[in-house]
């Protein structure tokens, strides 16, 4: 009796399984022979134009990246209630990138060649960035990208909408250096980022008269920074720089204050906590430890008020807006008045257009520039305050000019090639 | 001095922690040869749910009260990972014994569903468990030496967790009953014990631990959707390093990963003592292919 | 192996009928389709390593991902050097190396192209002598063996100067002089791949036909009858292993210049228990359930990720269940259950109308 019930489920199971197999498969064939019928037609024919938009949903980087990518849609919108860009409304195709720069590279080239959109806006990590960049080179797209990062980079089909290193790691190690003293510990997450990024702050320090005193490095997902922390308190190093990524910066800040060390003790900053993360962290964690940014939700200007009470209206009140949020928000912007001035959506004219634009962003105003084409902004300096908000302690008096290859900088000559 | 002393406490403390996540996997790997690639998520429900009850609290009892929501957590962890355990072994386990390599691959379907069952609930960010007051601070041996409250907490709760198990397995009914059962299904299914109900209970108790691992976990870590996947691998290498099916041998397996790994990364660095520490793992099990402590068997397909 | 005899089993003839379709596929899809399924085939051609050690040998590996990365970055690494022109290459400068390393050296010329297949067979050659003549077996080699994996991403992460690290190796520009992004070159790609499939498919058939691949199979349900039949199960073992690794070694390569990188990702944990899952769903032990496993589940995952990101794991979850606990023979298994159904019912009837007088 209970055999025959189990034939009976192990029959009825297998053929759902079939049945869902094959209508799946037709689905997604009904999906592509959609898609494939409107990509013959040229874009500035027709009454939209098609945007990409192409993040990690799932795994490991969805939990950075899906904000960002609300902060798009939003800025999307916004731009269509408006009466879209020359006239036409914005059509969005959402890509998944699944925080695998394998898929992230098909989908570019899905968006490209089989929607051919007019500009993608999409990627956090550099390994995603890096592996779509000869994709967008290739098919001459256009990338909007909203995250800062190591630098040492200028694709003419990219633009950074975020900080290049001398608009957040140089000047916040020059601040460190007059403020808090000249003994760093550089402590990172091992890939690319970290380790450029330490490459540079340990070639600025040796040239301003500060000193390395440690630097770790841990694999992603490293749950326990005891030894580390033990390294660091050996060392009795003036600030700790961090570049951990993700989780790490968890477990990290919890067991450094269980290990008796607070901001009093020993000042941390780091360059990838934002809002969103401090959330996860837990304030009560690390209070009064520094972050350098261009952009904090308490920023104070009137765009960064209605742009803050906009998303929050839009995705509920408890989410916050944080600096790579409002890059991906003013990228949208960016390129639709670039749009705009080039009457066109191609994109060697947008890109010419695009040269010394100027946007009033929840951050201030930022302007592109032409020779890299990426952002002037004002650099900020903030703590970590109790109930998670992060206070502006200082900030450059005028955007800075952005500089991926450190060119301007003496003790920067090597670093580049 | 200070810095070695702390360090030998560092390695206790890592190995601690490695034990209390892989004694779940010691009952339900060891015991019951069922390898259960969903044991991190398990450790993760045990996390969530500490945050239910962190939340409970703070919403809706008095704030004098809040510090001890921990003692409600860990029980409420260990129910809300056994009652899963249950769960699943009733639906998909129960289909496996003896099918230890599909084990694997059902399994870990189970864990990619309860991740982002995760995700859906507790949306994709970390979330924060404030931990009580009273585990804040450490003791203070003098100052250059202090160990931190919580993680004398967790190897506390280690000593517990094993006196429980050692009672339950070895001094109860109920333990000689599992034993019976895993020794030889059919002889102790003719002498009465029924085998279906002893092997949902021991798995529900087995996952039950993984949870009281995962509340313990949030006074360290990040709580999120991927918690477990950080753990799963060196929880497997303990018990298999350990000797599978044997209790003492994941205190072993869990002691020399854990000091291990820590002394290797503080002569080298994290990368290269974790690559190491496995390496060396895997050179040992070419030698001594059953682990540590061996349960010595007649039987030659196992 | 005769034409005759090989057209014989229904598997080569399903397989017959898929090379054919995937040679004409150029004629019905974007260039874009077509570099998409030239990946998936380098994916069928990973699940037939997979479905030789699995399937027949019953040894479980969840580390596969490694050999398929070290094929895919030696050919990565070749194609990085001819893009660099003679130079550094680019993340090398960027990680403060300032001269090629000897690792490197080798690459500047296509003959270091034999190491896409060397690398994998020394490395599976040392895994698996170690661990075959241990007995170490089931469970323990397939958590061996994922420790190897997790060992190997750590390390191609953490060197950065060497291996690219996260971002892995990309930027590639041409192959034997011909530009990557061009169509042409494309279809080249894709045929060259559909060429890899048919030889792989017909090196695994053969050795399964022939007394190795019964012995493979006896050693997957009774290794120690094996032994005492005075077999050694070990250096059979190793043999299929070896083959295998070698397998996925160009498979990785294959997949290279199509996708255009090859990063740590693609060589983890997780990508390595996908792999198995295509072979599960396709069904174990026949080859042809391979290849159809590997190119439908990459399918449905494009296919299904494009619109619902987020239902996709609970889909690929719920694949892994049910395809082990109801149809551990996979889709193969069943269309084989249905079509004897069949078969046996048309014969059923044709003896009914024979003889129509039984009552």
């Known amino acids: 009796m209970n055999m025959g019930l189990f034939a009976k489920m192990r029959k009825s199971a297998s053929l759902a399984m079939t049945a869902l197999f094959i209508s799946s498969v037709f689905l997604s064939g009904c999906g592509n022979s959609q898609t494939s ?131 957040q790691i140089v000047p916040a190690v020059d601040w460190l250096l007059k403020n808090k003293g000249k003994k760093f510990f550089l402590i990172g997450s091992d890939y690319v980022f970290p380790r450029t990024a330490n490459k540079i702050i340990k070639a600025e320090l040796n040239a301003e008269g500060g000193q390395v005193v440690g630097e770790e490095y841990t694999p992603m997902g490293h749950t326990d920074y005891s030894t580390i922390i033990n390294k660091i308190k050996e060392e009795k190093p003036d600030v700790v720089f961090n570049t951990l990524n993700g989780d790490s910066n968890v477990a990290f800040f919890k067991q450094l204050k269980d290990a008796g060390i607070t901001s009093k003790d020993l000042i941390t900053c780091s360059v990838s906590i934002a809002e969103e993360e401090v959330r996860g962290i837990g304030a009560e964690n690390m209070t009064g430890q520094l972050v350098s940014w261009n952009y904090y939700q308490t920023t104070n200007t009137p765009e960064n008020k209605t742009f803050v009470a906009n998303y929050k209206a839009r995705y509920g009140q408890d989410r916050v807006t944080d600096d790579p949020i409002e890059a991906a928000y003013d990228a949208v912007y960016l390129w639709a008045a670039a749009v705009e001035k080039a009457g066109s959506t191609d994109v060697d004219k947008v890109k010419e257009a695009a040269k010394g634009l100027e946007f009033k962003a929840p951050e201030g105003t930022v302007k592109i520039e032409g020779e890299n084409q990426h952002l002037w902004k004002t650099v900020r300096i903030g703590e970590v305050q109790a109930d998670g908000s992060i206070k502006e302690i200082w900030s450059t008096p005028d955007p800075v000019r952005p500089d991926p290859y450190l060119k301007t900088y003496d003790w920067a000559k090597g670093l580049s090639n | 001095m200070d810095t070695y002393l702390l360090q030998i406490f560092n390695g206790i403390s890592v ?144 000593i517990i967790c094993m006196t429980a198990i050692y009672y339950l397995m070895y001094r109860s009914n109920y333990g000689r009953k599992i034993r019976a059962v895993m020794q030889n299904r059919a002889m102790a ?90 390496t060396l793992v895997i050179i040992f099990l070419q030698w001594r292919p059953k682990g540590l402590f061996t349960i010595n068997s007649r039987s030659l397909d196992e | 192996m005769t034409t005759k005899t090989f057209f014989k089993t229904p598997a080569n003839r399903i397989f017959f009928v898929i090379i054919l379709l995937l040679l004409l596929a150029p004629l019905f899809l974007s260039v874009f389709r077509i570099n998409l399924l030239g990946k998936f085939i380098a994916y069928a051609i990973l ?171 006896a050693i997957r349900d009774g290794e120690n009858r094996v032994r005492f039949s005075g077999y050694n199960p070990a250096a059979y073992k190793i043999f299929v292993y070896v083959s295998s690794a070698v397998i996925a070694g160009i498979a990785g390569a294959i997949f290279v210049p199509q996708v255009g990188i090859i990063s740590p990702a693609e060589m983890g944990i997780v990508p390595s228990i996908e792999m198995v899952i295509w072979v599960a769903i396709g069904g174990r032990g026949t080859l042809i359930g391979a290849v159809i496993g590997a190119i439908l589940v990459n399918g449905l995952k494009s296919g299904i990720s494009e619109s619902f990101p987020e239902v996709w794991s609970y889909f690929l979850g719920l694949a892994f269940i049910i395809v082990v606990i109801f149809m551990p023979e996979g889709l193969i298994g069943l269309v084989k259950k249905y079509s004897t159904r069949i078969a046996w019912r048309v014969k059923k009837e044709k003896t009914a109308e024979k003889s129509p007088s039984i009552n």
């Open chain 1, 37 to 167: 019928q409107s990509s013959g037609s040229s874009t500035d024919s027709k009454s939209t134009i098609k945007v990409g938009v192409l993040h990690s949903l799932s795994g490991t980087m969805a939990i950075s990246e899906v904000s960002v990518k609300d902060a798009e849609m939003m800025a999307i919108d916004e731009i269509n209630a408006k009466g879209g860009v020359l006239g036409k409304k914005l059509e969005v195709v959402t890509e998944d990138g699944a925080s695998d720069p394998a898929v992230f590279a098909e989908k570019a080239k899905k968006l490209l060649q089989q929607d051919k959109v007019a500009t993608v806006f999409g990627c956090w990590t550099s390994a995603s960035r890096k592996a779509v960049l000869p994709v967008f080179e290739s098919n001459n797209g256009l990338l909007w990208y909203p995250v800062q990062y190591e630098g040492m980079e200028s694709s003419p089909n990219i633009f950074y909408t975020g900080a290049a290193p001398n608009q």
């Open chain 2, 15 to 158: 190995s601690s922690i490695f034990m209390l996540a892989a004694l779940g996997l010691a009952i339900t790997f060891g015991l019951m040869k069922i390898i259960n690639m969903a044991h991190g998520e398990f450790i993760m429900i045990g996390a969530y749910a500490a945050y239910v009850i962190q939340n409970i609290f703070s919403q809706y009892l008095p704030a004098s009260i809040f510090d001890f929501y921990f003692f409600i957590a860990i029980p409420a962890s260990f129910l809300a990972a056994g009652i899963f355990g249950w769960v699943l072994e009733r639906l998909v386990i129960c289909h496996l014994y003896g099918r230890a390599l599909d084990s694997i691959l059902a399994t870990w379907g189970v864990s990619l569903i309860l991740q982002q069952l995760a995700r859906s609930i507790f949306g994709a960010p970390n979330v924060d468990v404030k931990s009580p007051d009273w585990l804040n601070g450490a003791l203070l041996i003098h100052p250059g030496l202090q160990l931190p409250y919580k993680r004398l907490f967790i190897m506390l709760m280690v």
């Open chain 2, 189 to 278: 299914a003719s002498l009465g014990i029924n085998t279906r109900k002893i092997d949902a209970y021991t798995f529900a108790f087995g996952s039950g631990l993984a949870g009281i691992a995962g509340c313990a976990l949030t006074l360290l870590g990040s709580i999120g959707p991927t918690l477990g996947t950080n753990y799963i691998v060196d929880t497997f290498m303990v018990v298999v390093l350990g000797g599978v099916g044997s209790l003492w041998g994941t205190i072993a397996g869990g002691f020399l990963i854990g000091t291990g790994n820590t002394t290797l990364e503080f002569l080298t660095d994290a990368t290269l003592g974790k690559v190491l520490i496995f």
């Open chain 3, 47 to 217: 699940a037939l390593g997979i479905d030789l050690i699995w399937g027949y040998t019953g040894i479980l590996s969840l580390g596969h991902g490694v050999f398929f990365g070290l094929g895919a970055y030696a050919m990565g690494m070749y194609l990085k050097m001819e893009a660099a022109h003679g130079r550094l290459p680019d993340f090398m400068s960027w990680s403060g190396l300032e001269k090629l390393p000897a690792l490197w050296a080798p690459f500047s010329s296509p003959l270091s192209l034999a190491l896409i297949i060397i690398i994998p067979a020394i490395l599976a050659a040392i895994i698996g002598f170690l661990t075959f003549k241990n007995r170490i077996r089931g469970v323990y080699f397939s958590i061996l063996s994922q420790a190897l994996s997790l060992i190997f991403v750590i390390l191609f992460i953490g060197q950065q100067a060497y291996t690219g690290g996260t971002n892995g190796l990309t930027g590639f520009r041409t192959m034997f002089g011909l530009p990557l992004a061009a169509d042409n070159t494309k279809y080249l790609l894709y045929y060259a791949a559909i060429f890899f499939l048919v030889i792989v498919y017909l090196y695994c058939r053969f050795l399964v036909s022939h007394r190795l691949g019964k012995i493979l199979m």
